[in-house]
Structure formats: structure tokens, C-alpha cells
């Protein structure tokens, strides 16, 4: 279990991490998301004692890190993958960390087994890809068997079978009951491993929630319809109660309805309305519908949302422009 407290960093005048309170439990993955800068790498430093809070606490499992008897046992945490001695073997540096925490040797052999470097691991630490080097950090917290593990960005330079392995192993670690925080910009991986999400921004908490709940809150879910006769779906949904939103549709390849694009009629992207009532209107307007579609949002597009006023090192606009659809037919506020 991890708990923080009105955790707060300050740098001088910058605030890096700003009055966090949160408790991530037993059994889960929790993903950390947030822009760069928004405190995510110091929040996890100052879990694992490596930076003083100005303010507030971090506890591992009711302790600070600092009183841990043998931290690597309680918490396990990969920040920096090349944070390794360049001229130690992958052995010799797990054998070190693994003597100052009471570890058995044996435990070593199997880590790097279990992470795939075992054909490797008499070579030098500094003569590894950035792959190689996250998969020695993983073995790295794994090797005290702790109840509490820590991951900053650990695909980072992983291949596609990396990625997998180490989405299985978050998840077979929160089977087993472990405490699993993980930080991550990418967020179809977010979307596949995490529980639950903590997303923050510019130091502060934006959102505490399971994965399914925060697109659902964040980005609505929106129903593609294509047909004969659409404009009289659009005059049907101006009586509907509620905010009700009518756009071209986007690319038709994020649908996951048969038929998409170029088979006759007009489409439409309708928000605020279930499928089955669009269906209803639809049929009671006499309208021939070739489509009726569901979109859920994705974790992007709810972090997107959520993060956008959060940017602080955001990027100028590059390659060809949205499509137009997203632009809108028409938005009402319902009456
Ligand atoms: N040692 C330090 N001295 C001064 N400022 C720091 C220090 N460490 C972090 N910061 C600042 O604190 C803020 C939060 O940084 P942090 O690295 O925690 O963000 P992050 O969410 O991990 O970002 P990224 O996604 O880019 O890794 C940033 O503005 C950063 O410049």
C-alpha cells in the first residue's frame, strides 16, 4: 500500500508536486499519467526517500521509506535504467544490491531469468541497449520479492514482445497481490495494463478513477449513424432533452460498426444520445438507416481532455490538418 499525504515539492519557485493525496491499494496497477514536468518522476522519488518533501508524507505500507528495515524487500522501483555501474556485469550489480538487503544470491540468477538477460549476464551493464538496460532495472526491482513496485516509463525502448512481457508481468504482479504504480505517455499500453488511473498536471491530482469510468467521464461515447433520410434524424434529435451533439463523422476506421464509409446515404456523428433511442428516432422518422455504430472514447482522447489546460512544454501544430468533420454540423444545449 502506498499512501501520500498533501505530498508537496517545491524547487525554489517552481511547485513539482502539489498538495497529492492519494492511496494506491494491494492488487492493483495504478497508471500515472500526466504531461512532462507535471511531477510524476518526483512524486516516485520522493515515495522511495530519494527527494524531501517541503510538505506532507509518502508511507510504504504505513512507513516512510526511510524507516523501511530492508527497503528492496517492502519496494521495489525502476526510475533510471541506466542508472547501473557501466563496467558491472547485470550479476555482479544485482549480486551488490541483492547482499545489502539480505537477498540469497540464488535470487539473482533467477531475476535475470525471469527478465531474459540470463544468456547475458556476465556482460558488461554499459554495453546494453536501452531495452536491455530497462529489462535489467525490472530485474531489478523484482529481486526482493517486494509487495510495492514502482516503474517509470518501463517500456521505454522495449520491442513489441517487451511491451507484452511487461504488461503480463504488471498484471500477474497485482494478481499476486502486489501494489503496482506505474508512470506512462503511452496510453493504449495505460489503457491494456492499468486498474486504475492518477492523472496529474502541473503537480496537482486531475483525476482518481478506474480506467473505464475515466474515458466515460472524460470523453463521451458517441454513435456513428449512416443512411437515406438524415435530415430528418438531426430535426427528430432537437427535441431530445440534454445536450445533443451532430457531426460528420471522423475516420471511418475508429468505427467499430460493418460497412463504414461509400456505401450510399449520408452519415452522421451524434453525443448525448444511446444507441437504442438514435435507433427509436430513426425508425419513427422513416429514415433507412445502412449503419448504426457505437464509438467508445478512447483513454487518449479522455486524456486529451483532461490534461489540455496542463500542458506546459505543448508543441506547435504538425502534418495535415484534422478531418473536417470533427468541426460540427450542429451543438444545442438541450432544453
Ligand atoms: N532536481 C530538480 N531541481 C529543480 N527542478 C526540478 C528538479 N527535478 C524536477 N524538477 C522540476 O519539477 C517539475 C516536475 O518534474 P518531473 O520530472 O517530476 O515531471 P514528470 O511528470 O516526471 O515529467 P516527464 O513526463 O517529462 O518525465 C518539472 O518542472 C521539473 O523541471
Not at 6 to 21: E, M
Not at 191 to 206: M, N, S
Request: glycine share 14%.
Amino acid at each position: 500500500m502506498i499512501t501520500l499525504r498533501d505530498l508537496t515539492k517545491r524547487y525554489g519557485d517552481r511547485v513539482a508536486v502539489d498538495g497529492l493525496s492519494l492511496d494506491l491499494r494491494p492488487g492493483q496497477v495504478t497508471g500515472f499519467l500526466g504531461p512532462n514536468g507535471a511531477g510524476k518522476s518526483t512524486t516516485m522519488r520522493m515515495i522511495l526517500g530519494l527527494d524531501r518533501p517541503t510538505r506532507g508524507q509518502a508511507l510504504i505500507d504505513g512507513r516512510p521509506y526511510a524507516a523501511l528495515d530492508r527497503p528492496l524487500r517492502c519496494v521495489g522501483a525502476l526510475l533510471d535504467a541506466r542508472a547501473v555501474h557501466p563496467g558491472r556485469s547485470a550479476r555482479a550489480h544485482l549480486r551488490a544490491m541483492a547482499a545489502s538487503n539480505a537477498v540469497p544470491a540464488r535470487r539473482v540468477d533467477q531475476v535475470l531469468e525471469e527478465v531474459g538477460l540470463g544468456a547475458v549476464a556476465r556482460r558488461r551493464a554499459g554495453s546494453f541497449s536501452l531495452g536491455m538496460s530497462q529489462r535489467l532495472g525490472i530485474a531489478g526491482a523484482l529481486l526482493g520479492e517486494p509487495g510495492v513496485l514502482l516503474f517509470d516509463e518501463p517500456v521505454n525502448g522495449l520491442d513489441p514482445d517487451g511491451v507484452l512481457w511487461v504488461r503480463r508481468l504488471m498484471r500477474s504482479l497485482a494478481a499476486d497481490g502486489a501494489t503496482v504504480l506505474v508512470s506512462s505517455h503511452l496510453m493504449s499500453e495505460m489503457q491494456l495494463t492499468a486498474d486504475r488511473l492518477v492523472v496529474i498536471g502541473r503537480g496537482r491530482l486531475l483525476a482518481d478513477a478506474p480506467v473505464a469510468d475515466l474515458i466515460a467521464a472524460a470523453a463521451p461515447s458517441t454513435v456513428r449513424a449512416r443512411g437515406i433520410g438524415l435530415d430528418r434524424l438531426r430535426r427528430a434529435l432537437d427535441a431530445e432533452p440534454g445536450p445533443v451533439r451532430v457531426d460528420l463523422p471522423g475516420p471511418a476506421a475508429s468505427f467499430t460498426g460493418h460497412g463504414g464509409a461509400g456505401g450510399g446515404g449520408d452519415e452522421v456523428v451524434v453525443t448525448g444520445v444511446a444507441i437504442e433511442r438514435l435507433g427509436e428516432l430513426a425508425h419513427r422518422a422513416g429514415v433507412v438507416l445502412h449503419e448504426l455504430s457505437p464509438r467508445r472514447a478512447s483513454l487518449e482522447e479522455a486524456y486529451m481532455e483532461l490534461t489540455g489546460a496542463s500542458v506546459e512544454y505543448g508543441s506547435g501544430p504538425a502534418g495535415p490538418a484534422e478531418p473536417a468533420g470533427r468541426a460540427g454540423l450542429g451543438e444545442r444545449s438541450g432544453a
